[in-house]
């Protein structure tokens, strides 16, 4: 920056600038509002630098806006904060009068806003309604330059139970595609347990027990919606911490809530053993690159293993061999012994997947040990039992130690339904090697966060209190994965009663059998957490999908070869009506439901909608086991049953592994909008397959404003910042909003499909 001066906490009263000197409003976490005639300025670059020290935070954000016009612009900055927030720097570059700052309280706020809604004709800002507003100074935009902006506001953070959260106000709205580069650097005084983002995903570097440096991965930076991170601390790091959100729903006498817990770590204890065996395909299609690439995972696996933890080794074509004859602890000796086979591992016959498993399961288990087995194939099974019914059969009965399988499918030709089925049966997940991706890379990935297992066999209860009940139902997952050091427990699934939750998680440590019990409230549920259901709904779809792949194994073929239809079965007919209906009200959409945001597509018409998703359901879950199109399903699916962050476009692979994002769908606050020409219809009102309005409110009017207050007190007013006429479900009733169809200049709309 070329002159940059700072003022230290301003606060001011509002008042708006004078009719005669119009300016652009700059609403970073939304876009640049422009009143009409004037060359709309372009915010281009985002970045925002968190420090926080416990419950302290210091927000500095930083931007950047284009002038592509040929006169100077003038600018005044409007950025949404939280309560208690007090600006510490306001700063931009060039000579101009001394910049301040101020912060306005929620109900000047909210006067600031109605006032410019109803000047520019434009409801983006209503969106920030409820929340108190940072406003700048004018400063100026050169013309054709670039002027860059630095604010920092400090606040204390609010506490839920033991959960310390930290949110960072931004606009729901999918149009918007500036990237935001967001980093949070995390200090406590205790030891911090759970520290979970269920926005964004983040990448995480430790600098001890009680440092962390976060920072939004590349492929969550175009995520529009507010930042969220929560924490929790402890001073005894062999208890877990937990953490919990929940969101209100009274049709299920409750809600929904996400339970966050991190793995345990005993003091003065080792992680548990492991005993690791490899299982590498050697039929004659591995001949070659792929073959040697696994011989060089199993090597840098078997490296990697401690002494004294447990190596096996088999290979398998028509037959299977093994290095030794049951699995033996790691020392020099065996470790030499191990190399020296695989190097005599030559490929040879057909894909035994049968016999290859039994072997690998049923061989007796290194005392004290968690059993791993790491599962190659590159083919569908071509010799001995080959049907999937037999195959997951043997599975279920003949794991008598329960083993996990972790399965590794590469390249295409692969039954996907199969190794996902014995991945998840066995608390583990599938791995798919692209032809183009190297087999080693892979499997090192997936080894390395098996490495220090802390939590064997892990199960969540609820501890039932007198005349309470079941209070808990729809978990997920339903089976809880092994947890290592560092992994964090995300559970999700619906509550019944206003009364604490009370939880026993349990699992085998490496000082013996542990319980450890956690006390959370949902007294304090809030519509705002509205990502909470659409988690769970997520999950839950993967999981009724899944149910309909795995029964297509037993059909035998495609349709046109005499297949029957799947959906002549009632239960099966119950899980595409359940996958669509959740689709629907949670704006959960994929390649099967994927339809609901197409113009073409009847939302009037429900019969023509569970006919659109049964073809689509039958065509690729039931019907499709391997190639590359099953490949996309298998990576959609373990993408949707470990989500623990927001998908807001609805991104998947579509059947050539391309990455799709819907743009005519909308997921706002808690609820979710399909477009449909230049109105957006609420998902509920589908659902009644009642598009018609009973209610109609114009922009602006008296009644227009008392909607704006009304969903303001629920959470929802963000609702009436989508661009065209909105037919909104409230009490009921459809109320038709007539909101202006022409988005601001400077924001960008989303085609309907993009495929990148």
Not at 234 to 252: G, H, K, V, W
Not at 278 to 295: C, P, T, Y
Not at 477 to 482: A, E, H, Y
Request: aromatic share 6%.
């Amino acid at each position: 920056m070329n002159v940059l001066r700072t003022i230290p906490f301003l606060t001011f009263l509002v008042a708006m600038l004078p009719a005669q000197n119009p300016h652009h409003w700059v609403a970073p976490s939304r876009a640049v509002l422009s009143p009409v005639g004037l060359q709309p300025v372009q915010i281009t670059a985002v970045a925002a630098h968190v420090r926080i020290l416990d419950r302290a935070a210091t927000t500095t954000l930083e931007f950047e806006l284009f002038n592509p016009g040929v006169r100077q612009e003038e600018a005044v900055l409007l950025l949404p904060v939280p309560d208690g927030a007090a600006v510490s720097q306001f700063a931009f570059e060039g000579a101009a009068k001394e910049p301040t700052a101020r912060i306005l309280l929620r109900d000047e706020a909210r006067r600031l806003y109605d006032e410019i809604t109803a000047k520019l004709r434009d409801p983006a800002l209503l969106e920030f309604a409820g929340w108190n507003c940072l406003r700048s100074s004018v400063f100026p935009v050169a013309a054709g330059g670039r002027q860059k902006i630095r604010v920092t506001y400090d606040h204390v953070l609010e506490v839920d139970g033991e959960r310390v959260d930290y949110v960072l106000p931004r606009s729901e709205m999918i149009a918007g595609d500036v990237p935001w580069t967001i980093v949070v650097e995390l200090e406590a005084r205790a030891d911090i347990g759970v520290c979970h983002s269920p926005s964004h995903e983040l990448v995480t570097t430790r600098s001890g027990d009680k440092k962390r440096t976060l920072r939004v991965a590349e492929g969550s930076r175009r995520h529009p919606g507010a930042f969220r991170l929560c924490y929790a601390t402890s001073s005894d790091a062999s208890q877990p911490t937990a953490a919990l959100f929940a969101y209100p729903d009274p049709t299920i006498g409750g809600g929904y809530f996400l339970l966050l817990a991190n793995a345990p770590h005993p003091a003065n204890a080792a992680p548990l053993r492991r005993e690791v065996t490899l299982v590498i395909d050697r039929s004659g299609s591995m001949a070659g690159r792929k073959l040697e690439q696994a011989k060089a995972a199993a090597l840098q696996v078997l490296e990697g293993l401690e002494p004294g933890e447990g190596i096996q080794i088999l290979d398998y074509g028509n037959d299977v061999g093994r290095a030794f004859a049951q699995p033996i602890p790691k020392d020099a000796t065996s470790l030499a012994a191990a190399r020296a086979y695989l190097q005599g591992v030559r490929p040879h016959g057909g894909t035994n997947i049968h016999d290859a498993l039994l072997e690998a399961l049923r061989a007796p288990v290194l005392p004290g040990t968690l059993p791993l087995v790491l599962f190659l194939t590159d083919g569908l099974p071509t010799v001995g039992p080959t049907s999937e019914k037999e195959l997951n059969a043997m599975v279920a009965a003949g794991n008598p130690h329960a083993r996990r399988v972790f399965c590794f499918g590469v390249g295409h030709d692969v039954n996907v339904p199969l190794l996902d089925r014995i991945a998840e049966a066995t608390r583990a997940v599938t791995t798919y090697v692209l032809p183009e991706e190297h087999v080693e890379v892979k499997v090192a990935r997936t080894f390395s966060r098996l490495g220090h297992p802390v939590l064997a066999e892990p199960a969540l209860a609820a501890v039932v209190r007198q005349n309470e009940g079941g209070r808990l139902s729809n978990l997920m997952p339903s089976k809880l994965p092994d947890l290592f050091l560092g992994d964090q427990l995300v559970v999700l699934g619906q509550y019944r009663g206003d009364a604490p939750l009370h939880f026993l998680l349990s699992g085998r440590t490496p000082v013996g059998e542990k319980s450890y019990a956690f006390t959370l409230p949902v007294a304090t549920a809030s519509t705002a957490h509205g990502f909470v259901p659409r988690l769970w709904a997520s999950r839950q779809i993967a999981f009724l999908v899944d149910e309909l792949r795995q029964h297509g194994g037993d059909l035998g073929g495609p349709l046109a070869v005499g297949r029957p239809d799947p959906f002549l079965n009632p239960r099966l007919r119950e899980l595409r009506d359940e996958i669509l209906r959740l689709s629907t009200r949670f704006g959960v959409l994929g390649e099967y439901t994927a339809f609901l945001a197409t113009e073409g597509s009847r939302l009037d018409d429900w019969q023509s909608l569970t006919m659109a998703c049964q073809d689509a359901l039958s065509g690729r879950a039931v019907a499709t086991r391997s190639g590359v199109a099953a490949i996309n399903q298998g990576s959609n699916l373990w993408a949707q049953k470990l989500q623990a962050c927001s998908n807001p476009r609805n991104a998947y692979f579509d059947a050539e592994m391309k990455v799709v994002e819907l743009g005519a769908i909308q997921q706002v606050c808690d609820r979710a909008f399909l477009r449909r020409g230049t109105r957006w219809i609420d998902g509920n009102s589908v659902l009644k397959q009642h598009l018609e309005p009973d209610q109609r409110i114009e922009f602006c009017s008296t009644e227009f404003f008392a909607l704006v207050r009304r969903l303001e007190t629920e959470c929802r007013v963000g609702v009436l910042s989508l661009h065209g006429e909105i037919l909104l479900e409230v009490d009921g009733k459809n109320v038709l909003v007539s909101l202006p169809t022409a988005a601001p200049a400077t924001e960008q709309t989303l085609p309907k499909e993009t495929i990148r």
